[in-house]
């Protein structure tokens, strides 16, 4: 089930970091910018979904909690 989660309660510095470290799968290149960002949370693990910044496709990123350690 996904549960929706405010991105923009997150530190101005983490969405900033969260938007920039992309990976476009139509690019096929990383870094260029993630556009409307959208968090949510599904199965215990969370996401953030938007635009890539150059061809406005769809990217989903995993986020990783700080604190969190393999």
């Known amino acids: 089930m996904r549960v929706p989660r405010d991105f923009f309660a997150r530190d101005w510095i983490d969405q900033e970091s969260i938007c920039e470290n992309t990976w476009c799968d139509n690019c096929s290149e990383a870094d260029i910018g993630l556009l409307n960002p959208v968090e949510y949370e599904?199965?215990?693990?969370?996401?953030?979904?938007?635009?890539c910044a150059r061809c406005r496709g769809k990217i989903?990123?995993?986020?990783?909690e700080s604190g969190a350690h393999d």
């Open 42 to 51: 599904e199965s215990g693990r969370f996401f953030v979904e938007g635009a």
């Open 60 to 64: 989903v990123t995993e986020i990783r």
